[in-house]
């Protein structure tokens, strides 16, 4: 594409700021089951000693721990079981510490989550699950919308993507059951995560391939501040359903859209809308105020409209059978679907364990997301000075070093234990950020989005089993922290079967993998 269309200029500073704005919202709704399901402390209610008063709201401290639990209540399941008074009295003699029963009725210290609001104690099962088809709800997401911004636009899947979600989740705001609530979560993933991915191609396609650094960078800062804001928004709402009222209805603003934020012209060059595509590149032109040649722009458009038939009949023809021919593809996809899959389950676990760490769950979630900056940061300075396979084996020796050595501390729960755990969300994000860059460099030009777009299915794949991670808890408290780092180094170890793109000229066909990857690469069956 011509320089009046890519690169970087008030135009597309333009564009970046409007794409700001979903990019930001769908980083406070992509984990708000971290805040909304979270874990909600709870005892027996016991009719014996208390009125139906503690059932209803919130309790104090007095409430919450009055003397005669430690005769009511077994010390080392308060939560789930209860000692029985055979007499009906309040008394130490006349509760049997010799047995216990399941809880009839909870008391919850608090009744801000989903967790009181549904009667979820004891079910831990039930409080992750949510966190589970969130985000099995991104997989169902990426071929719908991947339809809709081919067939309609980047900027149609944006839009409904965006405003979609908003409605989605206001609806979900009113959800009088737990499988009522399961069923909108769903539907609210399906539309609300291609939004980055929409945001992302239509970034590229303005600033140009050899901009993908620049365009995580310009991304991921409003992604990380979504993050955090989720946080601040759920510590002053109090109460999910007040968060959801405050959180989504500034989705619907998206719906201006259509106005205010240009199409992507490649995309309008693919689809045969070159008046359209002619009129939006004068925009960007007097924009950035460089001259344009009207002669020029039209034998340039009509030659790329050529050049994309012909490789999308290619690509369509060659993709299966060069999986099936060629080693070093398959080398590559394998070794990308297991970093995807990896990368992925070790940032949303991350998102997940923030609850277990000490302090304020707010401020410790409000520090992970902003761990997530100095990351982009380092990404931005190094990719094109180190290389693309040395960063990212750098970032995931540096998580899974924080990570495993925190179960080895003292005390876990400490100020070490928490700069270790922000140390390895800093690598995860390294790493994840520069994946995006990576496998696309990996793959040839023809193939390119298709194989990035099934890379990123892996990757929901561990985004799905990542909120079940706590559940491992039971075997022991360093389960959960070993196992999420334990798999960047085997992602790391994974590193040695691809070579580094960094310098190199990118393949354009399939055969060209085999060619470049000959003095480093060894066949694959």
Known sequence: MDKECV??????????????????????????????????????????????????????ADSWAPGWSSWALPEDSPECHRRPSPGGVCHEDAFDNTTRLDCEDFVYQHHSGIVAEFGLACQEWKRTLVGTVHNAGMLVSL????????KWGRRAALVSSGAGAGVLGLCKSFAGSYPAYLVFEFLETVLGASVYPAAFVLMIEWLGVEHRILASLLLGVPLAAGAASLALLDYLAGYWRT?????????????????????????????????????VIKQAAR????????????????????????????????????????????????VCFA?????????????????????????????????????????TLLLDRVGRRPLLTAAWLLTATALIAI????????????????????????????????????????????????????????????????????????????????????????TRLVPDTLGRHLPDSFADLDNSAATTDTDIP
Request: hydrophobic residues 50%.
């Open 7 to 60: 690169g970087w200029g008030r135009w597309q500073a333009r564009i970046a700021a409007l794409l700001a704005l979903p990019v930001l919202l769908t980083g406070m709704y992509g984990t708000n089951y971290v805040f909304l399901a979270a874990h909600t402390p709870h005892r027996c209610h016991i009719p014996e000693c208390e009125d139906n008063s503690t059932l209803s709201g919130p309790v104090d």
């Open 143 to 150: 071929p719908i919308m991947g339809y809709v911004s081919d």
């Open 243 to 279: 968060w959801a009222r405050l959180a989504y209805p500034p989705s619907l603003l998206l719906l201006l859209y259509p106005w205010l934020l240009p199409e992507s012209v490649r995309w309008l060059v693919a689809g045969g809308r070159a008046a359209e595509a002619i009129r």
């Open 287 to 334: 924009a950035n105020r460089v001259a344009v040649d009207a002669a020029a722009l039209d034998k340039m458009l009509a030659k790329d409209q050529i050049t994309n038939k012909v490789e999308a009949i290619v690509e369509e023809e060659s993709l299966f059978s060069a999986f099936i021919k060629y080693g070093a593809l398959r080398r590559r996809l394998l």
């Open 339 to 379: 970093w995807w899959a990896g990368a992925v389950f070790v940032f949303y676990g991350l998102a997940v364990r923030a609850h277990a760490l000490a302090g304020s769950a707010h401020a410790n979630y409000a520090l992970l997301a902003a761990a997530e900056l100095p990351a982009l940061l380092l990404n």
């Open 407 to 494: 179960p080895c501390l003292p005390d876990p729960s400490s100020g070490a234990g928490t700069a270790l755990f922000l140390a390895g969300k800093m690598g995860a994000t390294m790493a994840l950020n520069a994946l995006y860059v990576y496998t696309a460099e990996l793959f040839p030009t023809r193939a390119r989005q298709r194989l990035l777009a099934a890379c990123s299915t892996c990757g929901r794949l561990g985004a799905i089993l990542a909120p079940q991670t706590p559940l491992l808890a039971v075997y022991g408290a360093w389960v959960p922290t070993t196992l999420l780092g334990a798999l960047p180094l085997i992602s790391a170890a994974l």
